[in-house]
């Protein structure tokens, strides 16, 4: 009986990764993407707005679009902020 639990959250994982990385593909800028992806390895930010050459105000922005577009996205999927907690617990 474990074993179908989980089988059932490394299903569930798999389709809430696979929905991610679509999302982060085709919603997000190339500047959108390397600064959600900068974030997802825990770079400072600074360091991000210095990768991408822009200034810390224009990276908030930028973040700020790039998360809303994500959460769209995966709204959209069928994906809630409950969904993402339970698969990665």
Excluded: C, W
Excluded at 3 to 29: F, H, P
């Amino acid at each position: 009986m474990i074993a179908d639990d989980v089988l059932g959250a490394d299903d569930d994982r798999r389709r809430l990764v696979a929905a991610l990385r679509n999302a982060i593909e085709q919603e997000l800028t190339p500047k959108q993407r390397a600064a959600i992806l900068g974030e997802l390895r825990e770079m400072p930010f600074d360091q991000i707005v210095e990768l991408l050459g822009t200034s810390r105000s224009a990276g908030y922005k930028m973040l700020h679009a790039a998360r809303r577009a994500l959460k769209q996205r995966l709204h959209e999927a069928g994906i809630t902020g409950a969904d993402i907690q339970n698969g990665f617990i």
